[in-house]
């Protein structure tokens, strides 16, 4: 078959980046022509994408509301010697809710046009081919086909994690979130549990690692979660889901998001934390631009202040990543993210969200140093390659 269909703006990959684009323009640019393309039969793979309340800023919350399937008022942290509950919202979007919502919003709008079990073949600057010969054309093209793409330089590190969502025999009401219990050993890097009430009945448990490597022992992790579940008191009677993510960390530049005309979204262009791995205020920070610019001349001075924010965070971040992965002995990181989680609200809420002061900063590097920094790695660290 070979048909060309003509459009403003193709987005390739229906993952996160996309949707969150797709959302904004139906809302902000409702008359543009706009086709999201995914080679999966649904939207969204199958995640749990979390984030603070704090990412979202207030003329984004007409597009990110509909999409939010959890909200916890509060969660809590625990370290060898520092327990601590965080008063702040903390939100979270199924890969169900984001499949749902936004194919009825494409649906519901006059110039939307989703395409699933549509791979992509070739991406060039203006035209798209998918893999059964049609080919669209849209004067802006973001490719966003997800973290395997990402073409990182120097070392890297992962964000790697296994979690199951699991059925209880009993209601646990009024469990506050644990978004990282590092009471654990410290196998394999910076190790913790992380722990979600989805429902009384209904938890999503995570063991993840900060590590060097990118391999996951998906048998024996699977053991240690229930084994885990067990010891918080929860009484599991099934498994319902299981989800896993390998994301590699940067310790260095990324190349700019627009390649040969291209613009490179979502994890695989760069927007993403190179430090927590992920991407959620990042991509909703490009979105946001996407929505409120002019999609035939989107690249101007707005573009350039998106883009040198997102680099100076990200230089920084990539810094801590040096220091974190090349100056701390794997089972020692944990100390650094204690220290992390003695800081105010505020920051921590501002480091998350890669939005990072000059005083913030200085705060992370002039402060006491962790445990276990090796201060000639640390010294070497800080050179250039
Ligand atoms: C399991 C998991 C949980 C995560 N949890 C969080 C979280 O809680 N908070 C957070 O902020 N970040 C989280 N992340 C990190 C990050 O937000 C996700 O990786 C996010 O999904 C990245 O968004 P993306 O749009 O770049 O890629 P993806 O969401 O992976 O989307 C890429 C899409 O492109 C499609 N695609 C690929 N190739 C083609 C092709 N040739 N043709 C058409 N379509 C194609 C894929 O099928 C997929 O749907 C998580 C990552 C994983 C893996």
């Known amino acids: 078959?070979?048909?060309?269909?003509?459009?403003?703006?193709?987005?390739?990959?229906?993952?996160?980046?996309?949707?969150?684009?797709?959302?904004?323009?139906?809302?902000?640019?409702?008359?543009?022509?706009?086709?999201?393309?995914?080679?999966?039969?649904?939207?969204?793979?199958?995640?749990?994408?979390?984030?603070?309340?704090?990412?979202?800023?207030?003329d984004a919350?007409?597009?990110?509301?509909?999409?939010?399937?959890?909200?916890?008022?509060?969660?809590?942290?625990?370290?060898?010697?520092?327990?601590?509950?965080?008063?702040?919202?903390?939100?979270?979007?199924?890969?169900?809710?984001?499949?749902?919502?936004?194919?009825?919003?494409?649906?519901?709008?006059?110039?939307?046009?989703?395409?699933?079990?549509?791979?992509v073949e070739r991406v060039t600057a203006g035209s798209v081919v998918l893999a059964d010969g049609r080919t669209l054309r849209g004067a802006l093209v973001v490719d966003s086909r997800g973290p395997e793409r990402l073409q990182a330089q120097g070392r890297t590190a992962y964000q790697k994690f296994l979690g199951l969502e699991v059925a209880l025999a009993e209601a646990q009401p009024g469990f506050v979130p644990k978004l990282m219990d590092?009471?654990?050993?410290?196998?394999?890097?910076?190790?913790?549990?992380?722990?979600?009430?989805?429902?009384?009945?209904?938890?999503?448990?995570e063991d993840t690692y900060y590590a060097d490597g990118p391999q996951l022992d998906r048998e024996r992790i699977r053991g240690e979660i229930l084994a885990y579940a067990q010891r918080i008191g929860l009484h599991v009677t099934?498994?319902?889901?299981?989800?896993?993510?390998?994301?590699?960390?940067?310790?260095?530049?990324?190349?700019?998001?627009?390649?040969?005309?291209?613009?490179?979204?979502?994890?695989?262009?760069?927007?993403f934390h190179p430090t927590t791995g992920?991407?959620?205020?990042?991509?909703?920070r490009l979105a946001r631009y996407l929505a409120s610019a002019d999609l035939?001349?989107?690249?101007?001075?707005?573009?350039?202040?998106?883009?040198?924010?997102?680099?100076?965070?990200a230089r920084y971040f990539n810094l801590l990543n040096r220091f974190l992965f090349g100056a701390m002995p794997p089972d020692q990181r944990r100390n650094a993210f204690e220290l992390f989680y003695r800081q105010s609200e505020a920051m921590i809420l501002r480091f998350y969200a890669m939005d990072v002061t000059l005083t913030d900063r200085l705060r992370l590097f002039a402060g006491r140093a962790p445990r276990g920094l090796s201060l000639r790695a640390a010294l070497s660290a800080l050179l250039p390659r």
Not at 24 to 44: K, M
Not at 87 to 110: C, F, K, M, N, P
Not at 246 to 257: D, G, K, Q
């Open 238 to 271: 099934n498994v319902v889901r299981e989800e896993t993510g390998v994301l590699p960390l940067t310790t260095r530049p990324l190349s700019p998001p627009i390649r040969d005309g291209v613009l490179v979204g979502g994890y695989a262009g760069g927007w």
């Open 296 to 313: 035939r001349q989107p690249f101007g001075e707005g573009w350039n202040r998106l883009v040198a924010h997102r680099q100076s965070q």
């Open 182 to 205: 590092a009471q654990v050993p410290q196998t394999d890097g910076y190790r913790f549990f992380y722990t979600l009430p989805l429902a009384p009945e209904r938890f999503l448990v």
């Open 1 to 58: 078959m070979s048909q060309t269909m003509q459009f403003d703006c193709l987005l390739v990959g229906g993952g996160l980046q996309n949707a969150l684009i797709a959302m904004a323009l139906i809302e902000r640019q409702p008359a543009t022509r706009l086709a999201l393309i995914e080679r999966d039969s649904r939207l969204g793979g199958n995640h749990l994408w979390c984030f603070h309340a704090r990412d979202v800023p207030p």
């Open 278 to 284: 992920y991407s959620f205020p990042v991509a909703l």
């Open 61 to 119: 919350r007409g597009f990110v509301d509909p999409l939010v399937a959890h909200r916890w008022p509060a969660y809590e942290v625990a370290f060898p010697e520092l327990t601590r509950r965080m008063d702040v919202e903390y939100l979270g979007i199924t890969s169900d809710r984001l499949h749902e919502v936004v194919s009825q919003r494409v649906a519901a709008s006059s110039s939307a046009t989703l395409f699933c079990n549509a791979a």
